[in-house]
């Protein structure tokens, strides 16, 4: 039998059980169709959970993951990053192989250069000021689609992201940021559409509006992708528990500093990544918490740094909990910050569902 003790660390430990829940939740609370984002979990594994067995409408963010999921029958797929003009040739040979690969963009250049090689487009909405995308009101959005549009290409719709709902830290500001997302979008979709053009779709999302939102009026499918596995910094503004995190790292212990406060791991940045995403929130949860391999979180314990392949276990500050005496050769599991930023670092999940048990292993698309 095959455990959680068997793999040589560090590696991806995946709860199912966990995985089915954060997915039914949402989808139990949505009533407009969902356009998962793949990027956190770049599984085709995870993505037909999300579709009973099924492939289904998805969200990428690299040409590498929409060929992966395209060899895998995913057929409709949005490529939600701005398109640069040398990646045209990879979208083409996936259109012409059946894949209703839609670009997105955001200027004049970009929609030239789409409607050369004839491929439908979604313009961005800039609705909080976190990326790239018009703002709403801006003209240009009709420049931008007369150029799609006159050059053979096609204006699919809009498409917003309201990346700054990260940060807030209410369920207020959390609804608050999902009404903007929703209004910005519909406002740029209906000036679209009072210029002659149908702009059919209007897409919007990021897990936490995704969870929040009280009126999608206007919108016609939401994307989210972090929520198959949530994460500490989700769970720092109220999106899910630290208990719904589905993936965690396992390490080894394998040596104590005693005069610094330390436990040292296998496990450093290569392995959970440097993201300190909880740093600017209430409560700063260091490079993760630590749990041991059953998951029971050990009191204030958490990875307080990194190197490479080190990682450093200590007392959160200000605590006055005691340093466990932790042997060497002991497996913890590290709850990471940012789920996309940790998985990243893999190339493979080890699937449990509740228990220690290794069920299966799920391979990860890497690359761009």
Same mark, same amino acid.
């Given at each position: 039998?095959?455990?959680?003790?068997?793999?040589?660390?560090?590696?991806?430990?995946?709860?199912?059980?966990?995985?089915?829940?954060?997915?039914?939740?949402?989808?139990?609370?949505?009533?407009?169709?969902?356009?998962?984002?793949?990027?956190?979990?770049?599984?085709?594994?995870? %993505? !037909?959970? =999300?579709?009973? /067995?099924?492939?289904?409408?998805?969200? @990428?963010? #690299?040409? $590498?993951?929409?060929?992966? +999921? &395209?060899?895998?029958?995913?057929?409709?797929?949005?490529?939600?990053?701005?398109?640069?003009?040398?990646?045209?040739?990879?979208?083409?040979?996936?259109?012409?192989?059946?894949?209703?690969?839609?670009?997105?963009?955001?200027?004049?250049?970009?929609?030239?250069?789409?409607?050369?090689?004839?491929?439908?487009?979604?313009?961005?909405?800039?609705?909080?000021?976190?990326?790239?995308?018009?703002?709403?009101?801006?003209?240009?959005?009709?420049?931008? %689609? !007369?150029? =799609?549009?006159? /050059?053979?290409?096609?204006?699919?719709? @809009?498409? #917003?992201? $309201?990346?700054?709902?990260? +940060? &807030?830290?209410?369920?207020?500001?959390?609804?608050?940021?999902?009404?903007?997302?929703?209004?910005?979008?519909?406002?740029?979709?209906?000036?679209?559409?009072?210029?002659?053009?149908?702009?059919?779709?209007?897409?919007?999302?990021?897990?936490?509006?995704?969870?929040?939102?009280?009126?999608?009026?206007?919108?016609?499918?939401?994307?989210?992708?972090?929520?198959?596995?949530?994460?500490?910094?989700?769970?720092?503004?109220?999106?899910?528990?630290?208990?719904?995190?589905?993936?965690?790292?396992?390490?080894?212990?394998?040596?104590?500093?005693?005069?610094?406060?330390?436990?040292?791991?296998?496990?450093?940045?290569?392995?959970?990544?440097?993201?300190?995403?909880?740093?600017?929130?209430?409560?700063?949860?260091?490079?993760?918490?630590?749990?041991?391999?059953?998951?029971?979180?050990?009191?204030?314990?958490?990875?307080?740094?990194?190197?490479?392949?080190?990682?450093?276990?200590?007392?959160?500050?200000?605590?006055?909990?005691?340093?466990?005496?932790?042997?060497?050769?002991?497996?913890?599991?590290?709850?990471?910050?940012?789920?996309?930023?940790?998985?990243?670092?893999?190339?493979?999940?080890?699937?449990?569902?509740?228990?220690?048990?290794?069920?299966?292993?799920?391979?990860?698309?890497?690359?761009?």
């Amino acid at each position: 039998m095959t455990t959680l003790a068997t793999p040589m660390t560090p590696f991806l430990a995946l709860d199912k059980g966990k995985l089915e829940a954060n997915v039914a939740r949402l989808r139990g609370r949505l009533k407009t169709p969902l356009r998962p984002h793949v990027k956190t979990a770049k599984s085709v594994e995870v %993505a !037909r959970i =999300l579709f009973d /067995g099924q492939a289904g409408p998805i969200t @990428v963010s #690299t040409l $590498a993951e929409a060929e992966a +999921f &395209a060899a895998a029958g995913f057929t409709d797929i949005l490529y939600a990053v701005g398109i640069a003009p040398d990646k045209l040739d990879r979208v083409v040979a996936l259109r012409e192989r059946g894949v209703d690969l839609v670009v997105l963009l955001d200027s004049v250049a970009q929609a030239a250069s789409v409607a050369r090689a004839r491929i439908p487009a979604l313009i961005e909405v800039d609705c909080d000021g976190h990326r790239g995308g018009i703002v709403p009101g801006d003209p240009v959005a009709a420049e931008i %689609a !007369r150029t =799609l549009h006159n /050059g053979g290409g096609e204006v699919r719709g @809009v498409l #917003t992201h $309201a990346g700054e709902s990260y +940060f &807030a830290d209410s369920p207020a500001a959390l609804a608050a940021a999902a009404d903007n997302e929703r209004r910005c979008a519909v406002q740029v979709a209906d000036f679209l559409r009072a210029e002659g053009f149908q702009a059919p779709v209007v897409s919007v999302g990021s897990t936490p509006t995704a969870h929040f939102a009280q009126d999608l009026t206007g919108v016609t499918e939401v994307r989210a992708g972090n929520f198959v596995f949530f994460d500490l910094v989700m769970a720092g503004i109220g999106v899910c528990d630290v208990e719904d995190l589905a993936m965690t790292v396992v390490t080894t212990v394998i040596g104590h500093r005693p005069d610094k406060g330390w436990i040292l791991t296998d496990g450093g940045w290569m392995a959970t990544s440097r993201d300190r995403g909880t740093a600017r929130q209430r409560v700063d949860q260091g490079y993760g918490l630590v749990a041991n391999l059953d998951g029971v979180l050990l009191d204030d314990l958490l990875m307080t740094d990194a190197s490479q392949e080190h990682g450093i276990l200590s007392v959160r500050p200000g605590s006055t909990a005691e340093l466990p005496d932790i042997p060497v050769g002991t497996r913890l599991r590290i709850l990471p910050n940012h789920a996309c930023a940790t998985a990243a670092q893999h190339d493979q999940y080890q699937v449990t569902d509740g228990s220690r048990t290794i069920q299966a292993v799920w391979p990860r698309v890497r690359g761009w």
